[in-house]
C-alpha cells in the first residue's frame, strides 16, 4: 500500500463528512422545525456542498500531514493546496449554477 494512502484513516474519513453534513443538516433542520418548507433541491444543493467540503477536509489535512511526516517537500505542499483551493472553489461555483437558491429565480 502506498504510504500516501496510510494518511487517510477511517476515522479521518468519518469526521472530514460528519462535520460539513451536520453543519448543513442544522440548517435544513431548523428550517424544517420552523414550519418553512424544505424543497428536495435545498436538500441535494446541502449534500453536495457537504460533500465538497468533506473532501477539502480529508484531503487538505491528508496534505498537510504528508508534509509533516517529511513525505512531501514543501513546495509540494503548498501546490496540492492551492490546487485543492482552485478545484474545490470551482465546485462550489458549479453546484451554485446547478442548484440556484430560490429567491433569488
Known sequence: MSPLLELITPLKVLLS?????AIWG?????QYLSNKPVTR??????????FIAGCWILFGNAGVDAYQRAMISLTTAVISQAA????????FHLVERRYP????A
Request: neutral net charge; proline residues 3%.
Open 17 to 21: 463528512y460528519a462535520v460539513p453534513f
Open 84 to 91: 485543492l483551493f482552485v478545484l474545490v472553489a470551482g465546485s
Open 101 to 104: 437558491d430560490e429567491s433569488k
Open 41 to 50: 433541491r435545498q436538500i441535494e444543493h446541502a449534500a453536495w456542498i457537504a
Open 26 to 30: 442544522i440548517v435544513l433542520l431548523r
